[in-house]
């Protein structure tokens, strides 16, 4: 890991980097670092929508929350009727996706509640990723940060709505959200746009207070700034390889970046989050030449160690870096602006096995270490090709919840919980 100088300014800062040194030591299917295998018969939460990015409830200050003693979850939906209950449906589902919400009275068996944002607050046709957080100070106000996408202009903008939370004891419900207004965008100077990049990212807004200055930040996933496969490789972005090692053809096209903004003060108390009241900061941590994709960044304080997470890919890997789709992340000895290291030395923190490497994505590490996540497609027993539709089943639901101890820069798989299962360290009452 090449250190970032950690300078008094905190805009001056370097980026620390992923690099390729510390991606040749990702394995798949170490015991320590690997999701379990998904039994085939999993159970299905909702027949009628498929179900994938999905968050719990939760505060400013990162625990998840319980709302008049109900666990509620956001999530990424798509009606399976829209987009065909078939293989194609499901890998379609991101042209149908908006955000649907779930409450449970025990945090396993959960009821789907269907919209959460009403359709006037959308300023374009998707909603993807983001956070849904109770307002600090208040009884029942309720912040969805979430991307505002457009697929067809390739404009991804990190957007946020707001509205009420409320509760009886048959159910959970919201009002508000009949309108959103956009937090920042690629800048091009700090993140890559889609004018440098038409594979640009620049998503899944996660904002939490920074216990270090009581500052409010927000984490997203963006790209190095600069031309797509234009960038020069350095021994920073290289790190300390064998001798004779060179970088291979293409590993310049990994420019993933874990990007943060900061929020001006008093804005938050006002619950004003448009865009005058951000500033982009360079990214905490680039992939340059190892990924191109840190997707849903989210960040964990515990015991004065600050660390991140985020999901990535198999098929993100550039040059001849390789490593299972799963989450990753990072860990700081100095807060939030770093430097980072690697956790586990590699930057793997739970990958799929190789026996089913597509079966869970978009695991989300809260406070307590509890991983949720939902499955993508797991291969029938016995079967020979788990990238083969015709063996695989869809899942398009939630995964078993695992548990993490989080020690130091290392990781451990310790506890494997019920499908879907979410567990709560803060009760806030209205
Ligand atoms: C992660 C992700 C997010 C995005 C969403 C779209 O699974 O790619 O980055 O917001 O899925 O479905």
């Known amino acids: 890991m090449n250190l970032g100088i950690s300078a008094k300014n905190q805009d001056v800062r370097t980026s620390s980097h992923w690099t390729i040194a510390d991606a040749m030591k990702v394995h798949a299917d170490d015991p320590t670092t690997t999701m379990p295998v998904i039994d085939y018969n999993f159970p299905v939460i909702d027949q009628d929508v498929w179900q994938w990015d999905t968050g719990s409830l939760r505060a400013i200050t990162g625990e998840t929350v319980k709302f008049n003693d109900w666990y509620v979850m956001w999530a990424l939906v798509a009606n399976r009727a829209d987009t065909g209950d078939t293989v194609e449906g499901w890998h379609n589902r991101n042209a149908f996706a908006y955000i649907g919400f779930y409450y449970s009275r025990n945090g396993i068996d959960w009821t789907f509640g269907g919209r959460l944002l009403q359709k006037s607050a959308d300023l374009r046709p998707d909603e993807w990723s983001g956070s849904l957080v109770m307002r600090a100070g208040t009884k029942n106000t309720v912040d969805m940060f979430y991307t505002s996408v457009n697929t067809d ?7 946020c709505s707001t509205g009420k939370i409320f509760s009886n004891d048959e159910k959970v419900w919201f009002e ?26 620049f998503r899944d807004p996660h904002p939490f207070l920074n216990p270090a200055d ?108 390789t490593g299972p789709d799963g989450v990753y992340g990072f860990v700081s000895e100095n807060g939030i602006f770093g430097p980072y290291e690697p956790l586990n030395a590699s930057g793997l923190v739970l990958g799929n096995p190789s026996s ?60 494997i919980h019920a499908y879907g299962q979410i567990f709560a360290n803060k009760e806030w009452n209205s």
Not at 176 to 184: A, L
Not at 270 to 298: C, I, M, Y
Request: proline share 7%; charged share 15%.
């Open 176 to 201: 508000g959200f009949s309108k959103t207004v956009e937090m920042f965008s690629a800048d091009g100077v700090n993140y890559a746009n889609a004018e440098e990049d038409q594979y640009f990212d």
């Open 356 to 415: 089913a490497p597509y079966e869970t994505y978009s695991h989300f590490v809260d406070p307590d270490g509890y991983v949720q996540s939902f499955i993508d497609t797991l291969p029938a027993p016995g079967s020979t090709d788990p990238q083969n539709p015709a063996a695989y089943r869809i899942g398009g639901t939630l995964a078993p919840t695992v548990r993490l101890v989080l020690e130091g820069h290392r990781t451990f798989l310790t506890e």
């Open 153 to 159: 202009i390739n404009q991804s903008v990190p957007s």
């Open 214 to 321: 009581g500052k409010i930040y927000c984490l997203f996933e963006g790209n190095v700034p600069g031309v797509r496969g234009k960038f020069t490789l350095h021994d920073a972005e290289i790190g300390a390889v064998p001798p004779g090692y060179t970088p291979a053809a293409g590993a310049q096209y990994g420019a993933a970046a874990i990007g943060i903004a900061r929020l001006a003060d008093g804005a938050y108390e006002k619950g004003d989050f448009s865009r005058h009241n951000w500033t982009l900061l360079p990214a905490l941590v680039t992939a340059l030449g190892v990924n191109d994709q840190t997707e849903r960044p989210h960040v964990v304080f515990k015991d004065n160690y600050t660390y991140i997470f985020t999901i990535s890919h198999h098929s993100t890997y550039t040059g001849d870096s």
